[in-house]
Nanobody, 121 residues
Framework: QLRLVESGGGPVQTGGSLSISCHGSGLDVDYYAVGWFRQAPGKEREILLCMERTGSTARYSDAAKGRFTISRDNSKNTVYLRMNNLKPEDTGRYFC??????????????WGQGTLVTVSS
């Protein structure tokens, strides 16, 4: 069974950048599609970006357009989310999740516990 652990969250100022990680154990992350999700305070969880097993990526949120990038390092069994030009509305808990395919409508099977990102103005 794939287990996911996010890390790298923390406080950051508006306009700053942050990379957060999603480390897999138990199985190889490149066997799965891995998505990054965000849940802002008082809001529903949303999918931001997703990487298929092939390495192709899909963006699901306009918030990620031009600012967020998903990548994967198979040697480290880790998927990353790079976030640039952060804004206070990017504050939230960021989760990674894995399943066989990327989807915005089907719930992913394996989830991490999330990492908190706080963007201050």
């Amino acid at each position: 069974q794939l287990r996911l652990v996010e890390s790298g969250g923390g406080p950051v100022q508006t306009g700053g950048s942050l990379s957060i990680s999603c480390h897999g154990s138990g199985l190889d992350v490149d066997y799965y599609a891995v998505g990054w999700f965000r849940q802002a305070p008082g809001k529903e969880r949303e999918i931001l970006l997703c990487m298929e097993r092939t390495g192709s990526t899909a963006r699901y949120s306009d918030a990620a357009k031009g600012r967020f990038t998903i990548s994967r390092d198979n040697s480290k069994n880790t998927v990353y989310l790079r976030m640039n030009n952060l804004k206070p509305e990017d504050t939230g808990r960021y989760f990674c999740a894995a399943d066989l395919i990327c989807s915005a409508v089907v719930d992913f099977n394996s989830w991490g516990q999330g990492t908190l990102v706080t963007v201050s103005s």
